[in-house]
């Protein structure tokens, strides 16, 4: 006997279906509530089911809907439904599957799949059977409903189809799918191809076993007239480029020749899956072999895919010019992600390299569209062509940069900016003439075009800083600062960023103009509106990062840190502005060192504030997950960042803040959290608190020191970065009382020095935090010299003479002191890494040179002439020079 609903109890459900499409929140909350008390009835999922697959009476809307609410509650407990209801819920979707409306068939697929993907595909052994078998109805609407449902449960389940969980299926379906690539319906073949589409990058057996079939089936498909079909040709051909390339290269001419004319399809989703396919051949090995003899044609079409399309100016609201008086919309703003504090050692002749700076800037159209495809395929290309790429561009460029309509003109700036990386070289000659038209460009009446020009600009700012500051720099910072002011909110925020960039790249030429650029910076705080308050912090941390303690004048502190302050009263401790704000202080701190002093005890209380109420609602949310929420960590990772801050800037001031807190406490807490960037964290502030007020930290060593040893896995790189910093730091406070705890830490780090593919930071970490080790506990410590001198000294010779090196130094050679034989073997590489000082202290010296001399005397003069035979050229004369040897 089949399940029929009660007449009431159908009216009912059908009433709270109309109720939840109203608008109104208050009729929301009812509906919420009555689904509660519905959800207690085990058959009112068999009503839902029946109002979707039985009511035809309904409009579809409201069928569909039925079957929404059904799927949500198949997500959140379909194990509880009682038998009979699942059967019956089952068994009407595959009836059903074929219904005469679209919407109801792509429902009844999404409740499918739902049902497959909780665990159900096992369970379920006719489902897959019966779908396929539906592909071969006559009926139009069962065949597409049927693919449909499997196109779905091929994107869900794709990894459990290719197991040996179900028998494999797909050995029976890629065979039945490519069957259906010549169906006469367009819907089915797009069907087809996006089932087959699933299985490629994961590299599907039975998918490899018929890949030439695939292959020739998607070239007969090439000139589809369904765009749907063309672009998944296209994603097809895109996928098999990565996965498959030795099958594609025979026709690589061909399929070059095609997606240059797919590039241009006058529908843009097939002309964006298509501009995929020019990013994934240029990190393929064959691209500069393949491409070069096309460059001629790709390059024209990469850089007209670049203009803003007539609905991107519509969506971007191109035609508004002042807009900075208007509130930003909440939505508008992107959830921002706090990167933890990672300890680092500087090394010879290093630039910061921000990897976020790639790419266009237009990121309110955050959608990938065919403009920011045609910008980053450019991008790559410059980078595997370099300068080859220039005489398809520059007779183009010429044209665009200086064309009378903004629209065409904004494409070639954009063009300049993502050539920029690629092609510097060969743009050299062009620059001092393109940098002041540029910088002309910055008060050009259209604000797309003034915010365009912020971003090619910041491409080029190490050029800029590289020439005298009066040629480019100083015009270039005066029209950037005007644009920080500008009216319109995009320029503000693309001035502000392209600030950022050049402050990394000017450093310290910034410091004649600080007091001109704080007076725009503060203004612009009076200025903006909430989603670019975000990025104005950005650019005054990055101030304070780039220009150091040149900062730390009364006149700059009396500028910069009222408003930062009144911001920071402003803040309530539970929002997510902090974060940005706090970074920025954190910079501004270290930037201001003892100038920081009078505005330090508020910011420090309300970050151990931040730091307690965040571990006291975790306790509660572990203790309690039903009744309370799970606190968001990112507000203590973020403040004790701050705080490590604090600590390196104020150095021995911190002293009475931590004296006063229970900051020693908490940390204890937070160095055993779940969540590796709070230990992650806590290790570098364990750290910043050894090397300003070691006293406080003295007490809890004991404690301290297992946590640390168990944190020296590398599986969580920066945390064990940090802990290994962290315990170098304290070995040099404690001296030899270190002793009790060698143990705890030493094979963990050796092992980690001897790894492969250990992160060239880690390893660098690992070597100084040893060398102090074996300073403080050379008896514990040497023994073990022969396991680890050789990665040591290679670890070590790319470093800059520091403090951190030069503590380490000392206690390799306190080490061979104590066991001469465990260097023998290596010796070569004690010579190469000594060689790597430039100007090491007077004493250190010494010790170098008797360790060299010692070495020497003890071999023998024509052992040592063998032996240094081995040396390149440079390390020998380098130590002839300074050691005589």
Same mark, same amino acid.
Request: a negative charge; one cysteine or more; hydrophobic letters at 40%.
């Given at each position: 006997?089949?399940?029929?609903?009660?007449?009431?109890?159908?009216?009912?459900?059908?009433?709270?279906?109309?109720?939840?499409?109203?608008?109104?929140?208050?009729?929301?909350?009812?509906?919420?509530?009555?689904?509660?008390?519905?959800?207690?009835?085990?058959?009112?999922?068999?009503?839902?089911?029946?109002?979707?697959?039985?009511?035809?009476?309904?409009?579809? #809307?409201?069928?569909?809907?039925?079957?929404?609410?059904?799927?949500?509650?198949?997500?959140?407990?379909?194990?509880?439904?009682?038998?009979?209801?699942?059967?019956?819920?089952?068994?009407?979707?595959?009836?059903?599957?074929?219904?005469? %409306?679209?919407?109801?068939?792509?429902?009844?697929?999404?409740?499918?799949?739902?049902?497959?993907?909780?665990?159900?595909?096992?369970?379920?052994?006719?489902?897959?059977?019966?779908?396929?078998?539906?592909?071969?109805?006559?009926?139009?609407?069962?065949?597409?409903?049927?693919?449909?449902?499997?196109?779905?449960?091929?994107?869900?389940?794709?990894?459990?189809?290719?197991? &040996?969980?179900?028998?494999?299926?797909?050995?029976?379906?890629?065979?039945?799918?490519?069957?259906?690539?010549?169906?006469?319906?367009?819907?089915?073949?797009?069907?087809?191809?996006?089932?087959?589409?699933?299985?490629?990058?994961?590299?599907?057996?039975?998918?490899?076993?018929?890949?030439?079939?695939?292959?020739?089936?998607?070239?007969?498909?090439?000139?589809?007239?369904?765009?749907?079909?063309?672009?998944?040709?296209?994603?097809?051909?895109?996928?098999?480029?990565?996965?498959?390339?030795?099958?594609?290269?025979?026709?690589?001419?061909?399929?070059?020749?095609?997606?240059?004319?797919?590039?241009? &399809? %006058?529908?843009?989703?097939?002309?964006?899956?298509?501009?995929?396919?020019?990013?994934?051949?240029?990190?393929?090995?064959?691209?500069?072999?393949?491409?070069?003899?096309?460059?001629?044609?790709?390059?024209?079409?990469?850089?007209?895919?670049?203009?803003?399309?007539?609905?991107?100016?519509?969506?971007?609201?191109?035609?508004?010019?002042?807009?900075?008086?208007?509130?930003?919309?909440?939505?508008?703003?992107?959830?921002?992600?706090?990167? =933890?504090?990672?300890?680092?050692?500087?090394?010879?002749?290093?630039?910061?390299?921000?990897?976020?700076?790639?790419?266009?800037?237009?990121?309110?159209?955050?959608?990938?569209?065919?403009?920011?495809?045609?910008?980053?395929?450019?991008?790559?290309?410059?980078?595997?062509?370099?300068?080859?790429?220039?005489?398809?561009?520059?007779?183009?460029?010429?044209?665009?940069?200086?064309?009378?309509?903004?629209?065409?003109?904004? %494409?070639?700036?954009?063009?300049?900016?993502?050539?920029?990386?690629?092609? !510097?070289?060969?743009?050299?000659?062009?620059?001092?003439?393109?940098?002041?038209?540029?910088?002309?460009?910055?008060?050009?009446?259209?604000?797309?075009?003034?915010?365009?020009?912020?971003?090619?600009?910041?491409?080029?700012?190490?050029?800029?800083?590289?020439?005298?500051?009066? /040629?480019?720099?100083?015009?270039?910072?005066?029209?950037?600062?005007?644009?920080?002011?500008?009216?319109?909110?995009?320029?503000?925020?693309?001035?502000?960023?392209?600030?950022?960039?050049?402050?990394?790249?000017?450093?310290?030429?910034?410091?004649?103009?600080?007091?001109?650029?704080?007076?725009?910076?503060?203004?612009?705080?009076?200025?903006?509106?909430?989603?670019?308050?975000?990025?104005?912090?950005?650019?005054?941390?990055?101030?304070?990062?780039?220009?150091?303690?040149?900062?730390?004048? #009364?006149?700059?502190?009396?500028?910069? /840190?009222?408003?930062?302050?009144?911001?920071?009263?402003?803040?309530?401790?539970?929002?997510?502005?902090?974060?940005?704000?706090?970074?920025?202080?954190?910079?501004?701190?270290?930037?201001?060192?003892?100038?920081?002093?009078?505005?330090?005890?508020?910011?420090?209380?309300?970050?151990?504030?931040?730091?307690?109420?965040?571990?006291?609602?975790? !306790? !509660?949310?572990?203790?309690?997950?039903?009744?309370?929420?799970? #606190?968001?960590?990112?507000?203590?990772?973020?403040?004790?960042?701050?705080? =490590?801050?604090?600590?390196?800037?104020?150095?021995?001031?911190?002293?009475?803040?931590?004296?006063?807190?229970?900051?020693?406490?908490?940390?204890?807490?937070? !160095?055993?959290?779940?969540?590796?960037?709070?230990?992650?964290?806590?290790?570098?502030?364990?750290?910043?608190?050894?090397?300003?007020?070691?006293?406080?930290?003295?007490?809890?060593?004991?404690?301290?020191?297992?946590?640390?040893?168990?944190?020296?896995?590398?599986?969580?790189?920066?945390?064990?970065?940090?802990?290994?910093?962290?315990?170098?730091?304290?070995?040099?406070?404690?001296?030899?009382?270190?002793?009790?705890?060698?143990?705890?830490?030493?094979?963990?780090?050796?092992?980690?020095?001897?790894?492969?593919?250990?992160?060239?930071?880690?390893?660098?970490?690992?070597?100084?935090?040893?060398?102090?080790?074996?300073?403080?506990?050379?008896?514990?410590?040497?023994?073990?010299?022969?396991?680890?001198?050789?990665?040591?000294?290679?670890?070590?010779?790319?470093?800059?003479?520091?403090?951190?090196?030069?503590?380490?130094?000392?206690?390799?050679?306190? /080490?061979?002191?104590?066991?001469?034989?465990?260097?023998?073997?290596?010796?070569?590489?004690?010579?190469?890494?000594?060689? =790597?000082?430039? =100007? #090491?202290?007077?004493?250190?010296?010494?010790?170098?040179?008797?360790?060299?001399?010692?070495?020497?005397?003890?071999?023998?003069?024509?052992?040592?002439?063998?032996?240094?035979?081995?040396?390149?050229?440079?390390?020998?004369?380098?130590?002839?020079?300074?050691?005589?040897?």
């Amino acid at each position: 006997m089949d399940w029929q609903p009660d007449e009431q109890g159908l009216q009912q459900v059908l009433q709270l279906l109309k109720d939840s499409q109203s608008p109104n929140t208050a009729t929301q909350r009812v509906v919420q509530d009555k689904l509660k008390q519905l959800n207690q009835f085990p058959d009112f999922n068999n009503y839902l089911i029946f109002v979707l697959t039985r009511l035809k009476s309904e409009d579809e #809307p409201t069928r569909s809907l039925s079957g929404l609410i059904l799927k949500n509650n198949v997500k959140a407990h379909y194990q509880s439904f009682p038998q009979p209801v699942a059967e019956f819920i089952k068994q009407e979707c595959l009836n059903n599957i074929g219904d005469a %409306s679209s919407l109801i068939r792509a429902t009844i697929g999404i409740l499918i799949t739902t049902i497959a993907s909780k665990g159900e595909l096992q369970m379920w052994p006719e489902l897959l059977p019966q779908l396929c078998n539906l592909l071969n109805s006559e009926d139009y609407n069962t065949c597409e409903g049927a693919f449909g449902a499997l196109q779905k449960i091929c994107e869900d389940s794709s990894e459990l189809l290719d197991s &040996d969980a179900l028998n494999r299926p797909l050995n029976v379906m890629i065979p039945k799918f490519l069957q259906f690539f010549k169906h006469c319906s367009p819907k089915i073949r797009s069907h087809a191809i996006a089932c087959v589409n699933q299985f490629i990058m994961d590299r599907a057996q039975a998918l490899m076993e018929n890949i030439d079939t695939f292959i020739e089936h998607l070239f007969a498909l090439a000139v589809d007239e369904d765009p749907e079909v063309r672009k998944n040709v296209c994603r097809a051909l895109v996928m098999l480029l990565e996965v498959r390339i030795d099958r594609l290269i025979p026709h690589m001419h061909s399929i070059i020749q095609y997606m240059l004319q797919r590039t241009q &399809d %006058s529908d843009e989703n097939v002309a964006l899956e298509a501009c995929e396919f020019w990013l994934t051949l240029a990190e393929q090995p064959i691209c500069k072999e393949v491409l070069t003899s096309h460059l001629v044609q790709l390059i024209p079409i990469l850089v007209n895919g670049m203009k803003y399309s007539e609905i991107d100016i519509i969506l971007l609201k191109g035609d508004v010019e002042e807009d900075e008086a208007i509130p930003d919309s909440e939505q508008d703003i992107k959830p921002r992600f706090h990167k =933890s504090r990672t300890v680092t050692l500087q090394h010879e002749e290093e630039r910061p390299q921000d990897p976020d700076d790639a790419e266009d800037d237009d990121d309110t159209l955050s959608d990938w569209n065919l403009r920011k495809c045609s910008a980053a395929a450019l991008d790559v290309l410059a980078n595997v062509f370099r300068e080859e790429l220039l005489p398809h561009l520059l007779p183009l460029l010429k044209e665009l940069l200086f064309h009378p309509e903004w629209v065409i003109k904004e %494409s070639g700036i954009l063009v300049l900016g993502a050539i920029a990386e690629g092609c !510097m070289q060969g743009m050299v000659p062009y620059l001092p003439e393109l940098i002041p038209h540029l910088i002309r460009c910055l008060a050009d009446k259209k604000a797309l075009v003034r915010s365009i020009a912020c971003w090619t600009l910041s491409r080029y700012a190490h050029w800029v800083v590289s020439q005298p500051p009066d /040629m480019y720099l100083k015009p270039l910072m005066t029209e950037l600062l005007k644009r920080i002011l500008d009216s319109n909110k995009r320029v503000q925020e693309a001035a502000c960023s392209a600030f950022a960039t050049l402050e990394e790249e000017a450093c310290t030429e910034l410091v004649p103009y600080l007091s001109f650029i704080l007076d725009t910076l503060v203004f612009a705080f009076g200025k903006y509106q909430h989603k670019n308050l975000l990025i104005l912090y950005d650019a005054i941390g990055t101030l304070a990062d780039s220009v150091g303690h040149h900062l730390n004048q #009364p006149e700059y502190i009396q500028k910069l /840190m009222p408003p930062l302050i009144q911001k920071w009263n402003e803040l309530k401790d539970e929002d997510k502005d902090l974060f940005p704000l706090l970074e920025c202080l954190s910079s501004v701190a270290t930037a201001l060192q003892s100038g920081f002093l009078p505005y330090c005890e508020p910011v420090y209380q309300r970050c151990v504030t931040l730091v307690q109420k965040t571990l006291a609602q975790a !306790m !509660m949310y572990n203790q309690h997950p039903e009744q309370y929420e799970a #606190p968001d960590k990112d507000f203590m990772i973020v403040a004790l960042d701050l705080l =490590s801050g604090l600590a390196e800037g104020l150095g021995c001031h911190v002293e009475q803040l931590v004296a006063r807190s229970n900051i020693m406490t908490l940390l204890f807490q937070c !160095m055993q959290d779940t969540m590796p960037e709070v230990r992650q964290s806590s290790f570098a502030l364990l750290g910043d608190l050894t090397k300003a007020c070691f006293v406080h930290v003295k007490p809890c060593i004991a404690e301290f020191m297992p946590i640390l040893g168990t944190n020296l896995n590398p599986e969580f790189i920066s945390v064990c970065n940090n802990a290994t910093w962290a315990i170098g730091e304290i070995c040099m406070q404690m001296g030899a009382e270190m002793q009790p705890y060698v143990q705890m830490v030493l094979n963990n780090l050796v092992e980690i020095i001897n790894r492969p593919n250990t992160p060239k930071t880690l390893l660098e970490n690992t070597a100084i935090t040893i060398g102090r080790l074996g300073f403080v506990c050379p008896q514990e410590v040497a023994p073990m010299l022969q396991q680890f001198i050789r990665p040591w000294c290679t670890s070590l010779r790319n470093i800059r003479d520091n403090e951190e090196k030069d503590s380490a130094f000392r206690g390799i050679c306190v /080490m061979i002191g104590v066991n001469p034989g465990g260097v023998v073997q290596d010796f070569i590489f004690f010579c190469d890494a000594v060689a =790597s000082w430039v =100007s #090491p202290k007077d004493d250190l010296r010494d010790m170098f040179y008797k360790i060299l001399h010692g070495f020497k005397d003890q071999v023998g003069e024509e052992n040592w002439q063998q032996f240094s035979e081995q040396f390149p050229p440079l390390l020998k004369d380098r130590l002839a020079a300074f050691y005589g040897v």
